[in-house]
C-alpha cells in the first residue's frame, strides 16, 4: 500500500517562501521519481519533478523560483518555493506513479495575497 502525505502550506504574501514537503509511505522510495502538481479548476498541471536519481525539472512558470528536492532517507520530497505570486496559489498535490497506477496525497493549500 502507497500512501503519500503533504505538508507546509499556508498563507503568505507575495514575495516570500513556503517549503512544501511529500512524505512516501511504501517501499523503495528511493527507486521513484516524484512529482508535483497544482490544482486549478479544470486541469492539474506538473508544477516539478525530480527522478530517483534527484534530477529536478520545473514547469517554466516556475524555473528560478521553485527548488524541489529529495531526502530517501526520509522519503521525502522537498518543494522550496521562492518570489511566491499570486498566481502560485492553489491546492498542491505530490504524486507518484508506480506500474502505471497514479498515487496522490490529499493536497496542501498555497495561498499568495497581493
Known amino acids: 500500500q502507497v500512501q503519500l502525505v503533504e505538508s507546509g502550506g499556508g498563507v503568505v504574501q507575495t514575495g516570500g517562501s513556503l517549503t512544501l514537503a511529500c512524505t512516501f509511505y511504501?517501499?523503495?522510495?528511493?527507486?521513484?521519481?516524484m512529482t508535483w502538481y497544482r490544482q486549478y479548476a479544470t486541469s492539474r498541471p506538473m508544477v516539478a519533478r525530480i527522478?530517483?536519481?534527484?534530477?529536478?525539472t520545473y514547469a517554466e512558470a516556475v524555473e528560478g523560483r521553485f527548488t524541489l528536492s529529495r531526502d530517501n532517507a526520509k522519503s521525502t520530497t522537498y518543494l522550496r518555493m521562492d518570489n511566491l505570486k499570486p498566481e502560485d496559489s492553489g491546492l498542491y498535490f505530490c504524486?507518484?506513479?508506480?506500474?502505471?497506477?497514479?498515487?496522490w496525497g490529499q493536497g496542501t493549500q498555497v495561498i499568495v495575497s497581493s
Open positions: 511504501g517501499t523503495r522510495f528511493a527507486e521513484h521519481g
Open positions: 527522478a530517483a536519481a534527484g534530477n529536478p
Open positions: 504524486n507518484v506513479r508506480l506500474r502505471d497506477t497514479d498515487y
